[in-house]
């Protein structure tokens, strides 16, 4: 008998479900609000400008492919942790911060996971409810036990963060807790500043482990004002993870661009630190592919291609947010009696929309519009061509 006879049929990824199912629609009025990417206004997945003029000039170099150290790419590195902690950063110059490229920020969790284990094999790990369905996957593949904290509460379609705040503070100490450093997924529920700082305050308290999951920077407010979380817990004196991912805010998604960021008690900590994460790292996959992290690196280190960067970032981030905005008025002036204000009040791509399965079930079958069955929409897939479809789809459906 076959060695694989006794191989069972894992499940679907049910986002990856969707597009298969998506793609297999005939309708050509479909349109796909399951999968977390940005789409322009003409559909697409941009290819920025700052990374095509960044590619040009590495084409043209054609610079020699050695292996990369089992870190990356050290210029890169550096350009992540001044994004995460801003280019004065204390903890920059005191040494304090231990970063390497990771692929994408699926890799940069995976890594930090599987060092976190060796550190704390007996730990729980704490995600929010919900979160990104792969945080369970991840840590628990790396032999974690993964529970919940609460986070979203349906009533609001904000944060009970009552709720949260009084769990958090019931764990025990040396516990990982995962927190969504800007624009939750799949809620796009996020705390206030003030929240955050009674976070930082619990995981003091009670020590835990923080572990910030940034991969949406620059979708909500900007660069620098996402960056709040990180900036509260980098000025706590505490030690806490970050895991960066570049492939929305670069549009680099198949190139796997992320960062792992350690910041440890100081300088000797960050040697020893970085020494062990290399073990990690070696058994893994050895080192990072070259070629995103050089992008990235040589868009980040040009004043000039970063600003073409922030710029175009900042174009997806308006965008996104007139679709949000055109997605309530058009609601409303349907004559929706449900208040659909709070989708304006969620940040970064995604919408809990508070729709049921059924209601997501009937949008795909009678409308060709595919979301997730949570009710989770992306709001980067509308444009001006499919926004008032898609509202008369939703206004039949709630009615
Ligand atoms: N973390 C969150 C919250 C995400 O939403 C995603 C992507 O959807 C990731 C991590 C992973 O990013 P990457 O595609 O860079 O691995």
């Given at each position: 008998t076959s060695i694989f006879a006794g191989v069972a049929l894992a499940p679907r990824d049910p986002i990856l479900g969707l597009n298969e199912a998506y793609n297999a629609d005939a309708r050509a009025t479909k349109v796909n609000l399951g999968v977390g990417v940005y789409f322009d206004e003409n559909g697409k997945i941009p290819l920025l400008s700052a990374v095509k003029v960044a590619e040009k000039a590495r084409l043209e170099a054609m610079p020699p492919r050695g292996y990369q150290a089992i870190e990356g790419n050290a210029q890169y590195n550096q350009a992540v942790q001044k994004l995460l902690l801003g280019a004065d950063s204390e903890l920059l110059a005191a040494g304090r911060v231990v970063t390497a490229q990771a692929l994408g920020g699926t890799g940069a969790l995976k890594i930090g996971a599987d060092f976190l284990k060796g550190l704390k094999a007996d730990a729980k790990v704490y995600i929010s409810d919900?979160?990104?369905?792969?945080h369970r996957a991840l840590f628990e593949a790396a032999g974690f036990v993964v529970e919940n904290y609460p986070y979203y509460d349906a009533e609001t379609r904000g944060v009970n963060f009552a709720a949260m705040k009084a769990f958090l503070l019931g764990l025990a100490p040396g516990s990982v807790i995962v927190l969504?450093?800007?624009?939750?997924?799949?809620?796009?529920a996020d705390m206030s500043d003030a929240q955050w700082a009674e976070v930082v305050e619990v995981c003091r308290e009670r020590a835990l482990v923080p572990f910030l999951d940034m991969?949406?920077?620059?979708?909500?407010?900007g660069i620098e004002p996402d960056a709040v979380a990180v900036r509260l817990f980098s000025a706590s004196g505490l030690q806490f993870f970050v895991s960066s991912s570049f492939s929305k805010s670069f549009s680099?998604?198949?190139?796997r661009v992320g960062a792992l960021s350690i910041i440890t008690a100081d300088k000797d900590e960050s040697a020893r630190v970085l020494s062990q994460l290399k073990r990690v790292i070696r058994t893994n996959y050895s080192n990072p592919p070259i070629h995103g992290g050089a992008v990235v690196a040589a868009v980040l280190s040009s004043p000039e291609l970063r600003q073409m960067w922030e710029d175009e970032l900042g174009g997806m981030r308006v965008r996104i947010r007139a679709m949000r905005e055109g997605l309530v008025s058009a609601l409303k002036s349907k004559g929706?009696?449900?208040?659909?204000?709070f989708v304006t009040a969620q940040r970064g791509m995604f919408s809990y929309t508070g729709l049921s399965a059924a209601q997501v079930e009937v949008l795909r079958a009678d409308y060709g519009i595919y979301a997730v069955s949570t009710g989770r929409i992306c709001?980067?897939?509308?444009n001006q061509n499919n926004l008032a479809y898609v509202a008369d789809a939703i206004a039949e459906v709630v009615k």
């Open positions: 919900p979160s990104w369905e792969n969504h450093a800007c624009c939750h997924n799949p809620t796009g991969a949406y920077q620059g979708f909500a407010e680099l998604y198949g190139e929706v009696a449900q208040d659909f204000s709001l980067a897939a509308l």
